[in-house]
T-cell receptor
Framework: DAKTTQPPSMDCAEGRAANLPCNHS???????VYWYRQIHSQGPQYIIH???NNETNEMASLIITEDRKSSTLILPHATLRDTAVYYC????????????FGQGTELSVKP | GAVVSQHPSWVICKSGTSVKIECRSL??????MFWYRQFPKQSLMLMAT?????????EQGVEKDKFLINHASLTLSTLTVTSAHPEDSSFYIC????????????FGPGTRLTVL
């Protein structure tokens, strides 16, 4: 699975959009981009995934560049409860099931 | 949504004893479960993949004789830390995949192990 690079930490003001970047320059054509988050001392929570088209659900939006070498997770109106570590993972869809976690981005939403 | 539970949520044990952690899929059958370990301020590290009815597959560097995994049913996998030592103190998290062709994976809340 391709490796991802994320900034170690970010701050965001409550109510503003949080934009979390992820670089995956070695992504293969059949690899999807997944985002999970982990609130302190809890298990990871699935957020969203995509292949090449932008995706949106009730939690977030995922913007993938045309060359697929990077993506951005957008939390449109961040709240204090969105403070967590966000992990960007790339892996082949429907194969093996392994999720290999990188270091992630620690997002702090501040009042 | 699918729910995965872990028991206990935290445990303290003496050095040299063994500790068993349970991972259950509450409302779905999980042919595959995964075990992760997480040290403070670090990311999750995959320890092993557990398939129902077969032996677990361990990641490189994980001692299979120390971390015994049993996946005897479609809703239960157990991780036993044998002869635990203080360096085994960690946050252990399981996840479950419903069906071999499923792309989804649901995580448990984690178990905090402290070895004195």
């Amino acid at each position: 699975d391709a490796k991802t690079t994320q900034p170690p930490s970010m701050d965001c003001a409550e109510g503003r959009a949080a934009n979390l970047p992820c670089n995956h320059s070695t992504i293969s054509g059949n690899e999807y981009v997944y985002w999970y988050r982990q609130i302190h001392s809890q298990g990871p929570q699935y957020i969203i995934h995509g292949l090449k088209n932008n995706e949106t659900n009730e939690m977030a939006s995922l913007i993938i560049t045309e060359d697929r070498k990077s993506s951005t997770l957008i939390l449109p109106h961040a709240t204090l409860r969105d403070t967590a570590v966000y992990y960007c993972i790339v892996r082949v869809y429907n194969q093996g099931g392994k999720l290999i976690f990188g270091q992630g981005t620690e997002l702090s939403v501040k009042p | 949504g699918a729910v995965v539970s872990q028991h206990p949520s935290w445990v303290i044990c003496k050095s040299g004893t063994s500790v068993k952690i349970e991972c259950r899929s509450l409302d779905f059958q999980a042919t595959t479960m995964f075990w992760y370990r997480q040290f403070p301020k670090q990311s999750l590290m995959l320890m092993a993949t557990s398939n129902e009815g077969s032996k677990a597959t361990y990641e490189q560097g994980v001692e299979k004789d120390k971390f015994l995994i049993n996946h005897a049913s479609l809703t239960l996998s157990t991780l036993t830390v044998t002869s635990a030592h203080p360096e085994d103190s960690s946050f252990y998290i399981c996840s479950a995949r419903p069906g071999r062709d499923s792309n989804e994976q649901f995580f448990g809340p984690g178990t905090r192990l402290t070895v004195l």
